[in-house]
């Protein structure tokens, strides 16, 4: 066929597929090359997610040649060279995009071999279809590689919901640390592979879903770059259960009140991370719930701690001189989790703040005074401001 009898329409349709193979492509070499982060200078994701992330990229790229060159030079859906790229595409993408996703989840390593072992059987299916075509077993193996993406994206649902979990219990600023978007990519994955197994797609339909794939990867590409690389909580110094026993096992104490704050410090005088531990914090196995109170009102409200940025739960722990594992158990006790408890103490200052202030007839704004109560972002201090006085920022202020 000569370029003459080529519609422009088929002319767009491979500009665009084009296109979708070679971002892919420079976002892997992007990810694997520079060292350096362009997109956030100040953030330094995960060596193990970069890698995972730039594998999807060069294996979403590979595919992109495959299907070119079999629909150039064959184009048979019954022939053995479509059960071959079918069945490679499917298994390669499957585990890089596991293998990213899982990455995204730091509270712990997630193994990627289940995803592995799942596809045993679509290699099983593809070997028979290559001998034995039938188009019953082809529709039978569609369905399998439907079902594992779907149990995949039903399993990040609750994964993310433990990651998320982990870091309430462990981060105060929880700003780009969230990994709601590895659910978005999952489904995007899914509802992509549903339209090019089950839909006789148009021509309309094709350029949709290339420009979703484009969405994809610029999304993906901004995730992994903004999400900071997450220490895990050392676990040198827990002691288990038996921490959990001495403090289930101490005298019942009356429910604590939210400490107050005083509104005379300055700001800055912050405790050091490396302050020496209270004589009280040696007392490991018979410190109870009064006694950790005690502590955290000694140091860290009354030094205001707490509007340090990034303060997590080790560096709390490791500054008030007890073991991690019971201060998690204390806030767990007092049903609320360490984020909760950070922010409340902030929300506290910036009320002291703000009637400080209004009572002297200062200028101030209330960005200024968020940044002053520990918060980086106006955005998540209007969210923890309205979870904990039920109103948003400007009702309350209007009220008081």
């Given at each position: 066929m000569?370029?003459?009898?080529?519609?422009?329409?088929?002319?767009?349709?491979?500009?665009?597929?084009?296109?979708?193979?070679?971002?892919?492509l420079?976002?892997?070499?992007y990810?694997?090359?520079?060292?350096?982060?362009?997109?956030?200078?100040?953030?330094e994701?995960?060596?193990?997610?970069?890698?995972?992330?730039?594998?999807?990229?060069?294996?979403?790229?590979?595919?992109?040649?495959?299907w070119?060159?079999?629909?150039?030079?064959?184009?048979?859906v019954?022939?053995?060279?479509?059960?071959?790229?079918?069945?490679?595409?499917?298994?390669?993408?499957?585990?890089?995009?596991?293998?990213?996703?899982?990455?995204?989840?730091?509270?712990?390593?997630?193994?990627?071999?289940?995803?592995?072992?799942?596809?045993?059987?679509?290699?099983?299916?593809?070997?028979?279809?290559?001998?034995?075509?039938?188009?019953y077993?082809?529709?039978?193996?569609?369905?399998?590689?439907?079902?594992?993406?779907?149990?995949?994206?039903?399993?990040?649902v609750?994964?993310?919901?433990?990651?998320?979990?982990?870091?309430?219990?462990?981060?105060?600023?929880?700003?780009?640390?969230?990994?709601?978007?590895?659910?978005?990519?999952?489904?995007?994955?899914?509802?992509?592979?549903?339209?090019?197994?089950?839909?006789?797609?148009?021509?309309?339909?094709?350029?949709?879903?290339?420009?979703?794939?484009?969405?994809?990867?610029?999304?993906?590409?901004?995730?992994v770059e903004?999400?900071?690389?997450?220490?895990?909580?050392?676990?040198?110094?827990?002691?288990?259960?038996?921490?959990?026993?001495?403090?289930?096992?101490?005298?019942?104490?009356?429910?604590?009140?939210?400490?107050?704050?005083?509104?005379?410090?300055?700001?800055?005088?912050?405790?050091?991370?490396?302050?020496?531990?209270?004589?009280?914090a040696?007392?490991?196995?018979?410190?109870?719930?009064?006694?950790?109170?005690?502590?955290?009102?000694?140091?860290?409200?009354?030094?205001k701690?707490?509007?340090?940025?990034?303060?997590?739960l080790?560096?709390?722990?490791?500054?008030?001189g007890?073991?991690?594992?019971?201060?998690?158990?204390?806030?767990?006790?007092?049903?609320?989790?360490?984020?909760?408890?950070?922010?409340?103490?902030?929300?506290?200052?910036?009320?002291?703040r703000?009637?400080?202030?209004?009572?002297?007839?200062?200028?101030?704004?209330?960005q200024q005074?968020?940044?002053?109560?520990?918060?980086?972002?106006?955005?998540?201090?209007?969210?923890?401001?309205?979870?904990?006085?039920?109103?948003?920022?400007?009702?309350?202020?209007h009220?008081?």
């Amino acid at each position: 066929m000569s370029i003459e009898h080529i519609s422009a329409e088929v002319i767009l349709f491979f500009i665009i597929y084009g296109v979708t193979g070679v971002i892919p492509l420079i976002a892997a070499v992007y990810l694997l090359l520079r060292r350096g982060n362009a997109f956030a200078p100040g953030v330094e994701p995960p060596v193990r997610l970069r890698r995972w992330a730039a594998s999807f990229f060069v294996v979403s790229s590979l595919g992109h040649v495959w299907w070119y060159l079999f629909y150039l030079y064959s184009g048979d859906v019954n022939s053995a060279a479509y059960v071959l790229v079918a069945v490679l595409d499917c298994v390669e993408l499957l585990i890089t995009m596991a293998g990213t996703l899982l990455a995204m989840l730091q509270d712990r390593r997630r193994p990627v071999w289940p995803a592995l072992v799942a596809l045993v059987p679509l290699l099983a299916f593809g070997g028979i279809q290559l001998f034995y075509p039938n188009q019953y077993f082809m529709q039978i193996t569609i369905a399998y590689i439907l079902s594992i993406y779907v149990l995949f994206s039903v399993y990040m649902v609750f994964a993310v919901r433990r990651y998320g979990r982990w870091l309430n219990d462990n981060y105060a600023d929880l700003e780009n640390k969230r990994v709601w978007l590895s659910q978005v990519v999952s489904l995007a994955c899914l509802f992509l592979l549903i339209i090019y197994a089950l839909v006789d797609t148009d021509m309309i339909l094709l350029y949709v879903l290339h420009l979703v794939e484009i969405i994809l990867f610029a999304l993906l590409l901004w995730r992994v770059e903004t999400l900071p690389l997450l220490a895990e909580p050392s676990t040198d110094d827990d002691c288990g259960e038996s921490c959990l026993e001495s403090i289930e096992e101490a005298p019942a104490e009356p429910e604590p009140s939210d400490p107050e704050l005083a509104t005379d410090a300055d700001s800055s005088n912050l405790s050091p991370l490396a302050s020496h531990p209270s004589p009280l914090a040696s007392q490991k196995g018979s410190l109870d719930l009064s006694q950790i109170e005690q502590l955290l009102a000694e140091h860290c409200v009354d030094t205001k701690l707490y509007l340090q940025h990034d303060l997590t739960l080790q560096q709390l722990a490791q500054t008030i001189g007890i073991n991690r594992f019971y201060l998690s158990q204390y806030f767990s006790r007092q049903s609320i989790t360490y984020n909760t408890y950070i922010n409340n103490l902030r929300i506290n200052y910036f009320i002291s703040r703000y009637q400080e202030v209004v009572k002297t007839q200062r200028a101030f704004t209330v960005q200024q005074l968020a940044s002053e109560s520990g918060y980086r972002s106006y955005s998540t201090f209007s969210l923890a401001f309205k979870q904990r006085m039920g109103q948003t920022v400007s009702t309350w202020m209007h009220d008081n």
